[in-house]
């Protein structure tokens, strides 16, 4: 079992930054990927961004690249959201996700099927 908890949302003013943590727990050594993920009222939950614990592999969304840094600290199995020029369409729950699943080192992790654990999310909300 792994265990997922994410702290760091908030209010913030649109152009503001906020910096989101997402702590694993547990089984933490059969964790390969860790995913962001948001759900704004009202529409499905859609990816954001993830980073696998090789490589390291990266990727965005379109909506957030160039906006958004995901970076990890593997010592603490830790992992970050950074989030910069916030719009208010960035407006939601952001949940973070680990998967156990091991594919490949070049697989990338953008389905919400490819996760296991997920955390209770942490609302983002940015005022225009």
């Known amino acids: 079992q792994v265990q997922v908890v994410e702290s760091g949302g908030g209010l913030v003013q649109a152009g503001g930054s906020l910096r989101l943590s997402c702590a694993a727990s547990g089984r933490t050594f059969r964790t390969y990927a860790m995913g962001w993920f948001r759900q704004a009222p009202g529409k499905e939950r859609e990816f954001v961004a993830f980073?696998?614990?090789?490589?390291?592999?990266?990727y965005y969304a379109d909506s957030v690249k160039g906006r958004f840094t995901i970076s990890r600290d593997n010592a603490k199995n830790t992992v970050y959201l950074q989030m910069n020029s916030l719009k208010p369409e960035d407006t939601a729950v952001y949940s973070c996700?680990?998967?156990?699943?091991?594919?490949?080192?070049?697989?990338?992790?953008?389905?919400?099927?490819?996760?296991?654990?997920w955390g209770q999310g942490t609302q983002v909300t940015v005022s225009s």
């Open positions: 996700a680990a998967s156990v699943r091991y594919y490949s080192s070049s697989y990338y992790y953008l389905s919400e099927s490819d996760y296991d654990y």
């Open positions: 980073i696998n614990w090789s490589a390291p592999s990266i």
